[in-house]
Structures are given as C-alpha cells and as structure tokens.
C-alpha cells in the first residue's frame, strides 16, 4: 500500500518509475500523461537493473507512440545512491533520470 | 575471434563496448584510457540489457576511480537499432552512449 501511495504521487508529478510491472505499463503510463493529462514534460526515473528498462521505455514511447507528439529525449542524467541492503551493508545502486518533453 | 578484433578496433577510437565481462575489466579499461593512454575523452557504449551495466562504469570510474583526474560525465545519448533475431525476426534493442570527458 505504501509504495502504491508512492508512486501516485510521483505520477502527479509527471515522473514515472520503472520497476518490474509489464514493460506495457510504463509505455502507456508515458504516453498518458502527454495525451490525457496534458503534460509538456515527463520524467522516468530507475535505479540498478531497470536503467535498461527506462531506455527501452523512453525509445517505444517517444519512436513508436509519440511520433506525432513531437515528443523528444530532452536530457539525460546519471547520479549513484547509497543504501543499507538486507545484511546492513552500504552499498551503491546507479540510478538514471530521462526527460522527455516537446520539441 | 571476430569479436576480439572489433574489440581491438573499438579500444583505439577511445570507445568501451560493454559486455558480459567481469565489470572490473571495464572500470580498468576506462581508466587506463584515461591514465595510461591520455586520452581527454571516452565513449562507453552499451546495448539491451547492458545498458545498465555501462551506468555503473561510469558512475564508478568518475566517482571512484577518476575523482582526481577531474573526468565527468559530458554527454549521454541514447538511440535503437534494429537486428534480425536467431529466428529471423527483425526487433529492435536500445542503446547508450555515455560520454566521459575532462572538466
């Protein structure tokens, strides 16, 4: 229930995070928020495995879904995070945020 | 032996293919490139699900392993290219170019 809490407020804020959900969703997650909310900038954001995923999510939707858009990769950004795993370890993670936006 | 010699080519034009080496074979060739090669400027290129591993190595050599050497991250660009699977269905895979340079 949190993290669903949480990523409502994050698709308020037109990011959407990608995670392990059918890759369909993120695409049409993207897609709406330009179509149906209206939105002129959209983030996606993901952390270690699913930096891959947020590429391919960023190439079907502004290649396949958007063309008629005019919605572009705007800027890219690679940062890494530092968190405790199971064992109480530090240790880091890549995170990747990819701006999407009108040309 | 092929692969090896693209390698080879790839490695004198100051560009890092990531694969499914060990990750450190990577940070090291990056950093040599910049230490032992001179070079001012890297290319790390990756495609599928490689993508994220190519973030790692650039989040590691610039913060690790390159602080001192004054190396960030200039420019990071991401594209698709389309290829015939084994059973000769053309798909697409996604692609990064993350350029690292001197401050």
């Known amino acids: ?3 669903q809490a949480e990523e409502k407020t994050k698709a308020d804020e ?6 392990s959900k059918p890759f369909m969703n993120y ?6 928020q330009f179509t149906k909310q209206g939105s002129s900038e959209v983030v996606i954001k993901a952390r270690g ?3 891959s995923r947020a590429v391919d999510v960023a190439e079907v939707t502004t290649k396949r879904f958007l063309e008629d ?3 572009e990769v705007k800027d890219i950004k690679i940062d890494s995070e530092e968190f405790e795993n199971k064992e109480g370890k530090k240790v880091n993670v890549s995170t ?3 701006m999407l936006g009108k040309k």
């Open 14 to 19: 037109n990011v959407v995070f990608i995670g």
């Open 49 to 51: 495995k699913f930096i």
């Open 27 to 32: 695409v049409t997650g993207v897609v709406m």
């Open 96 to 98: 990747i945020e990819i």
């Open 1 to 3: 229930m949190a993290e």
């Open 69 to 71: 858009q005019n919605v």
